[in-house]
């Protein structure tokens, strides 16, 4: 019997995306196709853009785009950047590298300004980065999903208000999660991918354009870029069409999961990511596994806990794999080993984290740690919600 028909313990996908589906949204995506250039698909993507935009916090065009998160982090930089022109990139985690490797491959000169991991950048060290050269874009990620970390995106936009410079935001783990307020804040591109807070599956991804950014995208024509030429998207966005053949099945889903959203309402949907991800984080210390990085800057979607040696988290994400069927998360990168990741964003509950609790310090106390007290974590984690 392989593991995913087990009834014992049934399958439970608690990564930091791609995150589990609602039933709702599943029978949404198993409707039969429309024609994609149909009247039934210009109502479904104009509802989308109604529904979408306020997630964003913008007034601008959200631009859709079949891709996963990668491409529409490569699609805002292939858009605004001219051969030569120079990005300054934010990095303190995987995410922020990917950014700046996809600003190299694309033939932009980048600077770095580098923070440790599990911290944001320094607002102080960026202005002053800034005075040095005259930066096409800075790139930033809002939710670093491999540290927990969330950047304080007003503070950089404010810097950026008065200059060419545009700022582009990887919210893919951040948006749908936790606030985002793109106009008021002045970010100019902000992209994310259906399967992380928005609850869908993988393949679908966003990217909303300020007006300032724009600009910049209709300009005489520089960058190399063909399918995911923002031009051509905005060209028909209005007309509540996509430029080449939009994913239907995936856009019924997202607009059954925006639906799904502004029924609990919105500011209620980041009040419950905060409250789980504060409950499971406390729980995960409870245990003994401390969190990682600055816990004032902790994200509402992801939790980040340190593992102590001779722990690994590999180990642990295999055991509860192995005899939980539940699949979390541990680290691709520089953190491999030392820490493991669970989501906290999407459709999830109280049970999920008293749930990822129990399992967690079952498999922590057959791996040999000293677990303080039978129930501690699900005990911190009950505190935490109180
Ligand atoms: N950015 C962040 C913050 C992410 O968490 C991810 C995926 O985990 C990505 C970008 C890449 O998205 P995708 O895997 O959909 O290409």
């Known amino acids: 019997m392989t593991k995913s028909t087990s009834t014992v313990y049934p399958y439970r996908l608690r990564l930091p995306g791609p995150t589990s589906i609602?039933?709702?949204?599943?029978?949404a995506t198993a409707r039969p196709i429309l024609n994609h250039r149909g009247p039934e698909m210009r109502t479904i993507l104009g509802e989308i853009q109604d529904l979408i935009k306020p997630l964003f916090g913008t007034q601008a065009p959200v631009l859709t785009f079949s891709t996963s998160g990668t491409g529409v982090m490569e699609a805002s930089l292939a858009n605004v950047l001219a051969p030569g022109e120079k990005v300054l990139a934010l990095v303190h985690g995987q995410f922020g590298e990917r950014y700046a490797q996809i600003a190299r491959a694309l033939g932009a000169?980048?600077?770095?300004?580098?923070s440790e991991w599990g911290y944001v950048p320094n607002t102080e060290v960026i202005a002053a980065k800034l005075e040095t050269a005259a930066y096409r874009a800075v790139i930033a990620v809002h939710n670093e999903s491999a540290t927990?970390?969330?950047?304080d995106l007003a503070a950089i936009g404010a810097l950026l208000r008065d200059r060419d410079t545009l700022l582009l935001v990887d919210s893919v783990s951040g948006l749908g999660g936790m606030e985002l307020q793109q106009d008021e804040w002045g970010v100019d591109i902000v992209v994310t991918g259906s399967q992380k807070a928005l609850m869908c599956p993988p393949g679908l991804a966003f990217a909303s354009v300020s007006e300032k950014a724009r600009k910049v995208i209709e300009r005489d024509d520089r960058c190399a870029r063909f399918y995911l030429d923002m031009r051509k998207a905005l060209a028909v966005v209005d007309k509540n069409e996509t430029a080449f053949t939009c994913p239907v099945s995936l856009l019924l889903g997202v607009h059954e999961a925006l639906k799904i959203i502004h029924e609990e309402g919105l500011p209620q949907v980041f009040a419950r990511h905060r409250r789980l991800s504060n409950a499971l984080r406390a729980g995960c210390v409870g245990l003994g596994l401390p969190a990682?990085?600055?816990l004032t800057v902790a994200s509402s979607t992801v939790v980040v806990a340190s593992v102590p040696a001779p722990l690994t988290g590999g180990e642990i994400v295999k055991h509860m794999y192995d005899n939980y069927n539940t699949a979390i998360a541990g680290a691709r990168n520089k953190l491999s080993g030392k820490v493991i990741r669970i989501g906290?964003?999407?459709?999830i509950s109280e049970a999920d984290v008293m749930t990822d609790l129990y399992y967690l310090e079952q498999s922590l106390s057959a791996l040999g740690h000293n677990v303080p007290t039978p129930g501690c974590g699900i005990?911190?984690?009950?505190?935490a919600l109180r």
Do not use: N, Q, Y
């Open 148 to 151: 927990g970390a969330v950047t």
């Open 22 to 27: 609602p039933e709702r949204i599943r029978l």
């Open 344 to 347: 906290t964003m999407g459709d």
């Open 109 to 114: 000169e980048v600077d770095v300004v580098e």
């Open 292 to 294: 990682f990085g600055d």
């Open 379 to 383: 005990a911190a984690a009950i505190e």
